[in-house]
């Protein structure tokens, strides 16, 4: 034997070894693994929802509510270019509440329907500021209607496509940041139109619960000003049955350090419903004005006395509408406990641009309360005692709850806020507990009889072609080898369609052995010699082989592009298949007839 079959040898053999070796701890169950096998190599094939059964949701993607935010936010950063258009605010610097209100003076923003927004100048000169080139400079808007004194701008219609596509496509790789912090690698997540599946094999109710709390959240955070020195609750009347009106004494800047607020509240059963609904209302009949939000969080009850019950109740903070700083700021989040009342609370730190902008924030809002909003629910409203630098900053869940009540969510938030927010709110449209589609017997039987058909197989081919069957049975065995070790490899989930791939891999791997061997033993009847006829047969042979193989890949592309969930599945193990049977059917076959021919220098090759 030559050298150059020793390498080739030695290459199969390390292939081997390192296939077995990847594929070993997904076979544990039946072949049992040493643990430094199982710690080396801690990837494994994830049985699918199909066979064991599991959980699958779905989910729609509220676009229109990421379409609303793209639109505020513009609307935003039009008022801030004309602030420095004004000569207000400088440039590269983000303007300060009071600078904020007196370009409000000279220009009012307002929604104009889902996709768009008017400003009004109070000076009709002012109008000539907002002209062509800052409008197309934002790249998405484009101008709608002009009049002496309104401007109205829109979001064009081929950059609210995108940002649609954009919003499911987020959500998608959210929610799966979301489930791989919890540890669940083997769920998958899919895009369907607007929709978002997540299928989670096997699992227990526990931690079905779990994920869909943490995937249900928006976890939008923002950091808003409380605007304390406004009346706007003193002026509602007639306030709905249930509500009341109560007053505090906060800080309201440095100049007003004892300014008495009102604010509304409601307790009891049902009462945060009861106070959204009748928030809800004062916006939708735009009683609240556009630059400000009323928003509710939990009302503090003090500490209670032994033995009595902590009844639930909420109230309003009057907030400047405008986010001096976001989620989008987070580098990391950590669950911490406050030692001094033994109370949890998630602590968030910054990263550059975000610490800058939270010591600019702290720093020109002193003595006045900063609202840290959770999905558009207070979650505390601390008053800013002096400027923070460092970076850091903790939110704080308390309220009417246990110690594990509020380390739960604590570490729940901590979850999605280090997997970032939703782009939009996510509704359940659908939810199934799946149990196995063939039930534990049924698949027992199945795999009993594809295994039977296997054998049958390769007993017909050891039968029929002799040596030349020999071989490729071995071939056979080897790309089973290889192809469940990179399925392994790439922790891939296993399904019925998957198997599916893969017996009709198995009768692929045999076609191309078959053609070999009809090929070798057409060489042999023209008295050829075993090694001769072994060269010009694989040589005659590759070439159909190879076409066959790369159209089939090629429609295994084609279906990967435009399936979904299991016909990908299928397409996948389907073009891995094709591989390993290449190089198994191809180079390790030949290393073997080589061996027969070369090494024990048969002088005739029973091949049928």
């Not at 800047?253 to 307790?267: K, M």
């Not at 692929?508 to 008295?527: F, H, K, Q, S, T």
């Not at 990967?560 to 591989?579: D, N, W």
Request: charged content about 25%.
């Amino acid at each position: 034997m030559d050298r150059g079959w020793y390498l080739r040898l030695g290459f199969v053999v390390t292939c081997v070894v390192a296939a077995w070796l990847a594929l070993w701890p997904s076979v544990d169950a039946w072949i049992p693994a040493p643990e430094w096998v199982k710690s080396t190599f801690t990837h494994q094939i994830a049985p699918g929802l199909d066979i064991r059964g599991g959980l699958r949701l779905q989910y729609e993607v509220e676009v229109d509510e990421a379409v609303a935010d793209r639109r505020d936010f513009r609307a935003q950063q039009v008022v801030e270019r004309l602030c420095q258009q004004f000569e207000i605010c400088e440039e590269n610097e983000p303007p300060t509440r009071e600078q904020l209100d007196e370009t409000a003076e000279r220009v009012r923003v307002a929604t104009a329907g889902e996709q768009g927004f008017r400003l009004t100048f109070t000076n009709p000169e002012d109008v000539a500021e907002l002209d062509r080139d800052l409008i197309t400079s934002f790249g998405d808007l484009r101008e709608a209607q002009r009049t002496e004194t309104t401007v109205t701008l829109e979001l064009r219609d081929d950059s609210l496509e995108r940002l649609r596509d954009t919003a499911v496509e987020q959500a998608r790789e959210t929610i799966g940041n979301r489930i791989d912090e919890m540890g669940l690698r083997e769920a998958s997540v899919m895009t369907r139109d607007t929709d978002i599946i997540v299928e989670l094999p096997g699992a227990s109710e526990a931690q079905f619960q779990q994920m869909r709390e943490i995937i249900a959240r928006t976890a939008r955070l923002e950091f808003k000003v409380v605007d304390d020195l406004a009346d706007f609750v003193q002026t509602l009347q007639d306030l709905p049955e249930g509500i009341e009106r109560a007053s505090e004494v906060v800080s309201a800047g440095e100049e007003n350090p004892q300014e008495i607020v009102y604010y509304l509240t409601a307790s009891g059963e049902g009462s945060r419903d009861r106070l959204q609904a009748y928030v809800l209302s004062l916006r939708d009949s735009g009683q609240i004005p556009e630059d400000h939000q009323l928003a509710i969080g939990q009302a503090d009850q003090g500490e209670p006395e032994e033995g009595e019950e902590v009844e639930e109740a909420w109230r309003t903070y009057y907030l400047y509408d405008r986010a001096e700083l976001t989620g989008d700021a987070i580098d990391d989040a950590s669950v911490s406990v406050d030692p001094q009342d033994n109370q949890p609370y998630v602590s968030i730190v910054f990263n550059g641009a975000g610490a800058r902008a939270f010591e600019r924030l702290t720093g020109a809002n002193v003595k006045r309360r900063m609202a840290i909003v959770l999905d558009d629910r207070v979650a505390s409203a601390p008053v800013i005692q002096q400027r923070i630098g460092g970076g850091r900053a903790q939110i704080t869940l308390g309220g009417f709850r246990d110690y594990n009540q509020i380390l739960n969510e604590a570490n729940q938030l901590t979850i999605v806020l280090r997997a970032g927010a939703l782009p939009a709110p996510i509704r359940p449209a659908n939810e199934q507990l799946i149990g196995p589609t063939l039930g534990a017997d049924s698949i027992v039987q199945g795999a009993i009889g594809a295994g039977l058909g296997v054998l049958l197989v390769l007993l017909f081919m050891a039968f029929y072609y002799q040596v030349g069957g020999l071989v490729a049975d071995v071939a056979v065995f080897l790309n089973v080898i290889f192809l469940l070790a990179v399925l392994a490899a790439f922790e891939a989930t296993l399904t019925m369609p998957g198997i599916a791939g893969i017996a009709l891999t198995i009768g692929m791997a045999v076609d191309a052995n078959v053609l070999i061997n009809e090929r070798i033993r057409d060489e042999m009847r023209l008295g050829k010699s075993p090694r001769s006829a072994v060269e010009l047969g694989y040589q005659r042979a590759f070439t159909s082989i190879f076409d066959s193989q790369i159209t089939t890949f090629i429609a295994g592309v084609v279906l990967y592009q435009y399936g979904s969930g299991p016909i990908r599945g299928f397409a996948v193990t389907l073009m891995i298949g094709i591989v390993t049977s290449l190089f198994t059917g191809v180079f390790c076959s030949k290393v073997v007839f080589d061996w027969v021919v070369r090494g024990l220098k048969v002088r005739r090759l029973p091949v049928g």
